[in-house]
């Protein structure tokens, strides 16, 4: 089964980052995506979540109004709310990302561009690829 999903967005705040009981980071922010629905411009909010290694560079890298790819993975869940309802939600479990603003917008301008992802490794002779 496949379970990914990819977009690239700007945040709509600065990411929110606590700590697990464990000494895990945490990360949770929202991302914006935009598209065109008969001329009209339409806006999608998702709720993002980074764990460890990668929450921790998001929280350094990312900012509101950044610009992001990532790539993660739905999860849905639900909690009762003050009233005793039930609310459902969805969230995108982030596996990597990489910012793309310039890096003079990115708070630490000093900084490389890091991509959090697990690196894939591609021959170094492309005769060698099954294609």
């Not at 949770?28 to 001329?39: I, M, P, R, Y």
């Not at 009233?83 to 459902?88: I, P």
């Not at 890096?103 to 301008?109: G, L, Q």
């Amino acid at each position: 089964m496949l379970n990914k999903v990819q977009l690239i967005g700007r945040l709509a705040r600065d990411p929110e980052v606590a700590q697990t009981r464990g000494g895990s980071s945490v990360a949770k922010f929202t991302l914006a995506t935009d598209s065109k629905k008969q001329d009209e411009k339409v806006t999608e909010w998702h709720r993002c979540v980074a764990f460890q290694k990668t929450a921790e560079l998001i929280a350094q890298l990312l900012r509101k109004g950044s610009l992001a790819y990532i790539e993660g993975k739905l999860h849905y869940g639900s909690y009762e709310n003050k009233e005793g309802q039930k609310v459902n939600t969805t969230d995108i479990m982030v596996d990597s990302f990489q910012a793309l603003s310039p890096r003079e917008t990115r708070p630490e301008a000093d900084a490389p561009a890091v991509q959090a992802a697990p690196q894939k490794t591609q021959p170094e002779d492309q005769d060698d690829l099954p294609f």
